[in-house]
């Protein structure tokens, strides 16, 4: 059982950067690949970015690709997700995930934690 907490998230004005941290415990974090998501209100779950067990591996939602960076350090037990010219639409509550199997970038996730609320003004 691993235990995921997210942090980072707050106002950011449209343009900016925001990095994204999840840390994880009880367990090592290299026993898993390690996923963002992201969900506003009225709106479906979506797929932000995933990175593979040793980070050799990384696959992006459309709408991250190009501005966003998933990164992770197993020695310290934290995946990141940089995020770059930040728009209104990226706001949302920001979930990191954490996958026991999968390949391809196509993940089965077990684990979650509570997210981290990323507003972005215009």
């Known amino acids: 059982q691993v235990q995921l907490v997210e942090s980072g998230g707050g106002p950011v004005q449209a343009g900016g950067s925001l990095r994204l941290s999840c840390v994880a415990s009880?367990?090592?974090?290299?026993?898993?690949?390690m996923g963002w998501f992201r969900q506003a209100p009225g709106k479906e779950r979506e797929f932000v970015a995933v990175?593979?067990?040793?980070?050799?591996?990384?696959y992006y939602g459309d709408s991250a690709k190009g501005r966003f960076t998933i990164s992770r350090d197993n020695s310290v037990n934290t995946v990141h997700l940089q995020m770059t010219m930040l728009r209104p639409e990226d706001t949302a509550t920001y979930f990191c995930?954490?996958?026991?199997?999968?390949?391809?970038?196509?993940?089965?996730?077990?684990?979650w934690g509570q997210g981290t609320q990323v507003t972005v003004s215009s």
């Open positions: 009880g367990d090592m974090l290299r026993r898993y690949a």
């Open positions: 990175i593979s067990w040793l980070g050799g591996s990384t």
């Open positions: 995930a954490a996958a026991t199997r999968g390949w391809g970038g196509n993940y089965e996730y077990d684990y």
